[in-house]
């Protein structure tokens, strides 16, 4: 029983694909192989038995199929349901946003030398440090928002997985894989496909994500339509 309550909170932990790569929400450290003393060591507990503990040190099958199937997702068929075409200007503005930044911090410290020998008054500091703090609000302002908006989705072939693609704070392509099951559609988001933008959010989570249709361009209007019902 005590092994099943372990198995269960360590397989809950999984949550989401990052290109194929499944990630633990807090990952363990890794201990050694079956029969190394260390291992035996890190996983004793006090008022556990012998054939519990051995227990820990086992992968469990549910857990490697888990596994197997997470990094399965990154290699199968694909094809475009919805894709935004402005997502290029939004990735270039992104790395705009981390050049400015970077310019704005490395003119700090020479303003900062001048001002202590002297040759620069203490409101041209004040002003360059205004400058960068501002850069900086503005860039987590922006990358906050851009990292929610879909560039592109897709369906595999069975239509159970969508696959998402959006943009990092670095403004780099990272891709989700959902289950279709677990997407609203936009009728459950309380959404109408006349608005502009509409949201893009799960059952299983409070995160919340967003595409347009006026904006955006529909690929493959039924396999859209399978995942967020019918746009009528």
């Given at each position: 029983m005590l092994r099943a309550v372990f198995t269960s909170r360590l397989s809950s932990r999984l949550r989401c694909c990052n290109g194929g790569t499944c990630l633990l929400s807090n990952p363990r450290r890794p201990v050694g192989l079956p029969g190394d003393p260390r291992a035996l060591s890190s996983t004793r507990r006090p008022g556990l038995t012998p054939s519990v503990q051995r227990g820990l040190q086992e992968p469990h099958p549910h857990?490697?199929?888990?596994?197997?199937?997470?990094?399965?997702?990154?290699?199968e068929e694909y094809s475009m349901v919805y894709h935004l075409p402005h997502i290029k200007l939004l990735r270039a503005v992104s790395r705009l946003k981390l050049l400015q930044t970077g310019i704005t911090l490395a003119i700090l410290p020479p303003v900062y030398y001048f001002h202590f020998t002297g040759e620069l008054s203490y409101f041209l500091v004040s002003y360059a440090t205004g400058i960068a703090m501002?850069?900086?609000?503005?860039?987590?302002?922006?990358?906050h928002f851009l990292r929610k908006v879909v560039?592109?989705?897709?369906?595999?072939?069975s239509q159970t997985t969508l696959k998402v693609s959006h943009l990092t704070f670095w403004g780099r392509r990272h891709d989700v894989y959902l289950p279709v099951s677990d997407v609203m559609t936009i009728g459950d988001t309380g959404d109408s496909s006349a608005e502009t933008?509409?949201?893009?959010?799960?059952?299983?989570?409070?995160?919340?994500?967003?595409?347009?249709?006026?904006?955006?361009?529909?690929?493959?209007?039924q396999g859209f339509e399978k995942v967020f019902g019918s746009l009528k």
């Open positions: 857990q490697v199929t888990r596994l197997a199937r997470c990094s399965e997702l990154s290699t501002l850069a900086g609000v503005m860039l987590y302002t922006a990358s560039g592109m989705m897709y369906l595999d072939s933008i509409l949201k893009l959010k799960r059952y299983s989570s409070a995160e919340t994500m967003y595409f347009s249709i006026s904006h955006g361009r529909i690929v493959d209007r």
